[in-house]
């Protein structure tokens, strides 16, 4: 079991930045996949980011390449999200997300653990 726990969220004007952190907590961090998924209102879950065990491979969906970036310290336990140049349409509630396998995954079902989501609001 991976308890996982989200923080950095608020509000923010356009062009501004937010860095999200996800603590984990329970079995091997290390091991997993984690991800950086969005859900905003009246929309689909989506995948923002993830990246694998090493760090070696990430994922960007396209409206944040260049924008946004995703590391993990497996030291800490912890997968950050640096978000640069946000902009209103990046509101949504974020969520953190560990997958028990090796490659990336961009599909929500394909991810085992979640944390409870933090929301990022970005006014005009």
């Known amino acids: 079991q991976v308890q996982l726990v989200e923080s950095g969220g608020g509000l923010v004007q356009a062009g501004d930045s937010l860095r999200l952190s996800c603590a984990a907590s329970?079995?091997?961090?290390?091991?997993?996949?984690m991800g950086w998924f969005r859900q905003g209102p009246g929309k689909e879950r989506e995948i923002v980011a993830a990246?694998?065990?090493?760090?070696?491979?990430?994922y960007y969906t396209d409206s944040v390449k260049d924008r946004f970036t995703i590391s993990r310290d497996n030291a800490k336990n912890t997968v950050y999200l640096q978000m640069n140049s946000l902009k209103p349409e990046d509101t949504a509630v974020y969520y953190c997300?560990?997958?028990?396998?090796?490659?990336?995954?961009?599909?929500?079902?394909?991810?085992?653990?979640w944390g409870q989501g933090t929301q990022v609001t970005v006014s005009s």
């Open positions: 997300a560990a997958a028990d396998r090796g490659s990336i995954a961009t599909q929500p079902s394909s991810y085992d653990y």
């Open positions: 329970g079995r091997t961090f290390s091991r997993y996949v």
């Open positions: 990246i694998t065990w090493t760090g070696v491979y990430t």
